[in-house]
């Protein structure tokens, strides 16, 4: 059937209608799924044996960051995953290679609070998520984290399935305490700088 007066056919159309539709349900149905297995999944699993060997006193939380830099009409995203462990004197980091929910790393760092000169932060509490960047005593950048409570396998480069509402609401907490701590012995201004210091994965889009 074509409408009067045009060339548009009715039944493409709701065969069009009908794709996006089930595409939605689709996407809807995946991420309850995903949410579900985040709870007990194989990475969280894997995260907290991570830090079971290397901070057994400290809370265990999934972290990433990512950049998009643009050069002509090619764009570039660059993606960081890390394994993050926390108590009331060090964090440790963990730089995370990911393949297909295998969890595994090659080397670790940890940071006092001694060594840190500013930490500037975004302390999102209504959606319970963090962002933070670290600063050493000469004011150079250390890290940059953002720590989020609902982590689902959206694609290739969001390659786990995490829930940690109660680590990220930690980490929250953690984070305020330290930020407020580090600054006021260090006499920090309020500054926002990003920085990007590990292995990462990337993502080249070009148009």
């Known amino acids: 059937m074509i409408l009067l007066n045009t060339k548009i056919d009715v039944r493409s159309i709701v065969i069009f209608v009908a794709i996006v539709i089930v595409g939605v349900i689709f996407m809807y149905v995946k991420e309850y799924f995903d949410k579900k297995k985040g709870f ?55 730089p995370l290679s990911i393949d297909k929910g295998e969890l595994s790393y090659s080397k670790h760092f940890t940071i006092t609070k001694e060594d840190l000169g500013m930490i500037t932060c975004n302390l999102n509490k209504k959606d319970n998520m963090y962002s933070a960047t670290l600063y050493d005593k000469e004011r150079k950048e250390i890290l940059q984290i953002a720590v989020k409570d609902s982590n689902t396998k959206e694609d290739k480069f969001h390659p786990v399935n995490i829930q940690q509402q109660e680590e990220t609401n930690a980490f929250g907490a953690w984070l305020e305490a330290w930020q407020e701590e580090v600054n006021r012995v260090n006499d920090a201004p309020v500054r926002y700088k990003k920085v990007l210091n590990a292995d990462c994965y990337e993502k080249v889009n070009k148009k």
């Open 40 to 94: 007990d999944s194989q990475e969280k699993h894997a995260l907290k044996d991570i830090f079971q060997k290397l901070m057994p006193d400290g809370t265990a939380v999934y972290a990433s960051w990512y950049e998009t830099t643009r050069n002509g009409n090619t764009k570039i995203t660059k993606y960081w995953y890390y394994g993050i462990g926390f108590n009331d004197n060090e964090l440790c980091v963990v």
